[in-house]
């Protein structure tokens, strides 16, 4: 039986506290970026607009990184990116269709580890074009 940590009411992040969301920053230790958005997309916005979209789920998704993170156990943004999907009305959205993008994966970790700093060592970064 999984049990979560859930986020205290003062961690809680909330989209109606000033200057939030604030732009994703890059993280201080990165890898080189490869190519994968041969589009040209803004990435990092959209990754943006789907936080400030679905505070509630982004929230579900700091739980659960906070509690692995806590209890010792191995934690990527890849793993709760599926969770989230197998578990949540974010995977689609009814009104646009809004989904949770493989591409956002690392901008929504960028978030995480600017919201919890302590989920840093848990994830590895790359350099990041868009």
């Not at 809004?98 to 591409?103: E, H, I, S, W």
């Amino acid at each position: 039986m999984l049990v979560d940590r859930r986020i205290r009411e003062d961690e809680q992040i909330r989209h109606d506290q000033p200057g939030w969301p604030a732009p994703i920053p890059e993280p201080e230790s990165v890898d080189e970026s490869r190519e994968n958005n041969p589009e040209g997309r803004d990435l990092r916005q959209e990754a943006e607009h789907w936080i400030s979209s679905h505070v509630e789920d982004y929230n579900l998704l700091c739980q659960r990184a906070l509690s692995r993170f806590e209890k010792g156990l191995p934690l990527n943004v890849s793993l709760l990116a599926e969770w989230m999907r197998l578990g949540s009305a974010a995977a689609v959205d009814p009104v646009d269709g809004y989904k949770l993008n493989n591409n956002h994966r690392a901008y929504i970790a960028r978030r995480m580890v600017a919201d919890f700093p302590q989920l840093e060592k848990c994830f590895r970064f790359r350099k990041t074009r868009y």
